[in-house]
């Protein structure tokens, strides 16, 4: 075994960077369109610390360097080694277009050919990035995975068919691993392990200081239209209650829902049904074609339980269904369920709980 002595200091010094620039994982933090930090990048540092390599992390957009001091600050993150950041507004428009050029020009410049590892959250707008970014570098990327294997990195389990199979890949062959994660599968807790370091106080913070702003697009970012709510986000959220097509109208939806969910203090969601019929925004759909969730508690009401909404919400710890229908399929998944008319059954859940 090589063991450094006292004058060996600049070698020690060149060959731990070796081993940083040779193991590295790089760790996408999305924020929101205010520039808050996002609970599926914890989910994502979370899934970076069981690849067991040091992390960099990438902060591209708007409060990016208080977001970068707060994980510093506000967690023990394992293995953090740098935080790389940028606050330029181009990074408002949330365009892939915008974004992967300058993320694929901070994989080369930073760490060359020799990053291992770049993992993002599942989300839509990482579904949008990471087959750009891995088609660049000419690699199969690996997505929406739930599982990194404890005794073999190269490992991974996604789930496939809605759910109903879940795929081993074993990515031995490939020397870089391009994954994006579903952030349900992982805890945004950040909760550190034994071996973990007492604070991330040795973490660089490096601004990025060139920005590649692409020309010619074919496309251009007119705004945002940002849905304002004052409840927990549905992506991290401990408790979803979520309707379906039997509350008919969005007066019906939001007279019965919103009160059960200010009581528990809950995200609201619902079925693509509900979507097309105008009950509530896209972007709190739950399901195969909308967010994957797993709280803590899970109150389905009115959802008769089509395979691509189950597909969704199934790993909920704790699933409660309300529907008139005794053979309703949302009851093969519920740990408990209420056989009623949900506009008598509702309103009087919630006058009973505390």
């Given at each position: 075994?090589?063991?450094?002595?006292?004058?060996?200091?600049?070698?020690?010094?060149?060959?731990?960077?070796?081993?940083?620039?040779?193991?590295?994982?790089?760790?996408?933090?999305?924020?929101?369109?205010?520039?808050?930090?996002?609970?599926?990048?914890?989910?994502?540092?979370?899934?970076?610390?069981?690849?067991?390599?040091?992390?960099?992390?990438?902060?591209?957009?708007?409060?990016?360097?208080?977001?970068?001091?707060?994980?510093?600050?506000?967690?023990?993150?394992?293995q953090l080694n740098e935080i790389i950041y940028s606050q330029d507004e181009i990074f408002d428009s949330k365009l892939p277009e915008i974004f992967t050029p300058n993320l694929i020009k901070i994989l080369d410049e930073n760490n060359g050919?020799?990053?291992?590892?770049?993992?993002?959250?599942?989300?839509?707008?990482?579904?949008?990035i990471l087959p750009r970014i891995s088609s660049i570098f000419n690699y199969q990327p690996i997505n929406d995975v739930i599982e990194i294997d404890a005794?073999?990195?190269?490992?991974?389990?996604?789930?496939?068919?809605?759910?109903?199979?879940?795929?081993?890949?074993?990515?031995?062959?490939?020397?870089?691993?391009?994954?994006?994660?579903?952030?349900?599968?992982?805890?945004?807790?950040?909760?550190?392990?034994?071996?973990?370091?007492?604070?991330n106080s040795n973490t660089e913070i490096k601004e990025l200081e060139e920005i590649i702003n692409p020309e010619n697009l074919t496309i251009t970012w007119e705004g945002n239209k940002i849905v304002e709510s004052k409840r927990p986000d549905l992506n991290g959220a401990k408790i979803v209650v979520a309707g379906g097509r039997a509350l008919k109208d969005k007066e019906t939806f939001d007279k019965l829902?919103?009160?059960?969910?200010?009581?528990?203090?809950?995200?609201?969601?619902?079925?693509?049904?509900?979507?097309?019929?105008?009950?509530?925004?896209?972007?709190?759909?739950?399901?195969?074609?909308?967010k994957i969730v797993a709280p803590d508690l899970y109150v389905a009401v009115g959802i008769s339980g089509a395979i691509q909404h189950?597909?969704?919400?199934?790993?909920?710890?704790?699933i409660v269904a309300i529907n008139n229908d005794p053979d309703a399929p949302i009851f093969k998944v519920a740990d408990y369920y209420i056989v009623g008319d949900l506009n008598a059954v509702v309103p009087e859940l919630t006058e009973k709980l505390p």
């Open positions: 075994m090589f063991r450094f002595t006292n004058k060996h200091n600049i070698l020690k010094k060149n060959f731990q960077t070796f081993l940083k620039v040779h193991k590295s994982t790089f760790a996408f933090i999305e924020t929101s369109n205010d520039g808050k930090l996002l609970p599926q990048s914890l989910s994502t540092l979370s899934a970076a610390q069981q690849l067991n390599k040091p992390i960099v992390a990438l902060i591209l957009g708007k409060n990016s360097s208080k977001i970068a001091e707060s994980l510093i600050k506000d967690y023990k993150i394992q050919d020799n990053f291992s590892n770049f993992i993002i959250s599942s989300s839509n707008f990482g579904k949008n005794s073999d990195k190269n490992i991974f389990k996604r789930p496939i068919f809605a759910g109903n199979l879940i795929e081993t890949i074993d990515s031995s062959k490939q020397a870089k691993k391009f994954i994006s994660i579903r952030s349900s599968a992982f805890p945004n807790t950040l909760d550190v392990t034994e071996n973990a370091d007492s604070s829902l919103d009160p059960l969910a200010d009581k528990l203090n809950a995200a609201i969601g619902g079925t693509r049904a509900a979507v097309d019929n105008n009950l509530l925004d896209n972007s709190l759909q739950i399901g195969q074609t909308g189950i597909a969704g919400m199934k790993n909920s710890k704790k």
